[in-house]
């Protein structure tokens, strides 16, 4: 038997013990994000919370962004993978996309606060479409856009595949109008979490009424062929 | 001849230089948001560069959100003028409501820091449609809510007019239909603001281009009566 490595093994158990540290503070930080908003937590409160300086907190996030980013992360990878489960049970394209058009709205209603996240690091950071990720940035936040592209990889794969079934007609490039129904999206996304609250008594109107007619206009666009 | 009543005149007087004051104090405001965000202008700012103490300012404004919100109402009202104009040249309804949005578009990308005051105020007032103003509010945001509802109202007419010239094909109420395609816009608006520094890079794209897509989607939509 060989002689165990005793320094590499100590080396493992570092970067074990390193680890754990990093997922309970990434914890502690998504355990304050349940009870208000990113503006209004300091790296301070999360060093304290999971009892740490901020010192140290520094030795696994480069800045709050970062860190943020880094709870962000696991929302979005159980997002992405709900999605990806769910349109492969799809068979027409734009079912495909009408799916996963669902799965991030349901996602971003049912975690209000993930995505304002999502669009304080999107005013901050621009994560672009395989925009070669800037140095400058946190891990997290690059990782973040990793996932996001992931998503948006699918949605256009969606469009693809609906253009070849027939299912979908348009003149746009897939990633154009990938980028179109996301923005169309975010819209609803923000009137229902602004004015849903007095939906029933201005507008005598559902969220989930809302949301369909929103889905049954994207579902008139995409199969009309029309908008030259 | 009557005597003149000198107290009027005074009190006439009074109250027209106290409505100068407010205007110059509502200048000095619209002054320095042309330079940075609503966050990062404080009262004591205005107070400052207006020649006034803050007690001065609490004379004229309720506080900061109200004395914001009197900036926003100027440009509201202009932006207001120049939709109501410009669907008086249109005359089948579909061309009307994407009158509408364009002007509504235009404003928000060519005054960014309007169209964030704007959602600033959604976000923390909800300015619905109709809902009777809440006296616990600033006169001036009520003020505003006043104009966004004259806005909207104009959106309503015209779709009410496209559905009976049948240039607007929908099972949606009008209100509701408004309420979708006001959504839509913010999502649009958003994603150019955010995004369009990289549409080249990443898309290929320009955001007259990315406008013109969102348009023709409109278009579309409305024109097909599709979307059961």
Not at 36 to 63: H, M, P, R, W
Not at 104 to 116: A, E, Q, S
Not at 151 to 162: H, R, T, W
Not at 181 to 187: F, S, T
């Amino acid at each position: 038997m060989a002689p165990v490595k005793n320094t590499s093994v100590k080396e493992e158990r570092k970067e074990w013990a390193r680890a754990q540290r990093q997922e309970r503070i990434i914890g502690m930080a998504a355990q304050l994000l349940a009870k208000c908003d990113i503006e209004e937590i300091t790296l301070e409160d999360v060093a304290k919370s999971s009892g740490y300086t901020i010192q140290n907190l520094y030795q696994y996030f480069k800045n709050k962004d970062d860190l943020f980013a880094a709870v962000l992360l696991k929302k979005l990878k159980v997002m992405y993978a709900d999605a990806e489960s769910a349109v492969e049970r799809t068979t027409l394209g734009i079912d495909r996309i009408i799916t996963l058009g669902d799965k991030y709205v349901d996602f971003c209603l049912r975690n209000k606060r993930y995505f304002d996240l999502q669009m304080h690091f999107e005013r901050k950071f621009c994560a672009y479409h395989k925009l070669t990720a800037k140095k400058t940035r946190g891990d997290f936040i690059v990782q973040c856009q990793g996932v996001i592209d992931q998503v948006s990889d699918l949605a256009i794969d969606a469009i693809k595949s609906g253009i070849e079934d027939r299912s979908i007609k348009t003149h746009l490039k897939p990633l154009h109008l990938m980028l179109l129904l996301w923005a169309q999206m975010l819209g609803v996304i923000q009137v229902i979490t602004m004015r849903q609250r007095y939906f029933k008594e201005i507008y005598e109107l559902t969220s989930e009424k809302f949301r369909r007619d929103f889905k049954d206009s994207i579902q008139a666009y995409l199969s009309s062929g029309q908008g030259k």
